[in-house]
């Protein structure tokens, strides 16, 4: 099973990429959406989506739990809309689903996009576990 912790986000890149492997300097990465696998390095802004969050009217909430309310909502299905052809209010009404008490101010119509398409991603790479919090029990066994 895939962990959040090792799937990555690379600016400047579309997609998601898991983690194959490290060397000097630099991260071996797979593309989820082609299998392609390339080369990263210091430079490029590389985030584990373990460690993205999102903006709501009280405390921030982790990118795996709101990954897990639109798997819920979804039935862990790809969402069926185009998220770039509907309107600002449509991707709004369904975030109001996902997460109800998301930030108005601080969270646009562009984070609410990129949440779908890699929730797309995940979805069509058989990744549907989003859960951090069993990851990091299964960890403490194997460290005990």
């Given amino acids: 099973m895939e962990s959040l912790k090792n799937i990555l986000a690379i600016t400047g890149k579309p997609g998601l990429y898991k983690l194959v492997s490290r060397g ?31 903006f709501t009217d009280a405390d921030d909430v982790s990118l795996s739990e709101v ?11 790809a969402v069926t809309f185009d998220p ?15 997460l109800p008490n998301w930030d108005r101010d601080r969270v646009y119509p562009s984070d609410i996009r990129k949440l779908i398409q890699w929730y797309n991603i995940l979805i069509n790479a ?8 069993e990851e ?4 403490d066994k194997a460290n005990s």
């Fill in 24 to 54: 000097n300097n630099m991260l071996i990465v797979e593309s989820l959406v082609d299998g392609k696998r390339m080369p990263t390095y210091a430079r490029d802004k590389i985030v584990a989506l373990s460690d993205v969050s999102m």
């Fill in 67 to 77: 990954l897990t309310n639109a798997g819920k909502k979804e039935e862990l299905k």
């Fill in 84 to 98: 770039k052809k509907v309107s600002n209010t449509e991707l709004q009404a369904w975030f109001d689903q996902v």
């Fill in 126 to 133: 058989g990744i549907t576990n989003f859960s951090i919090e």
């Fill in 136 to 139: 990091n029990a299964e960890e």
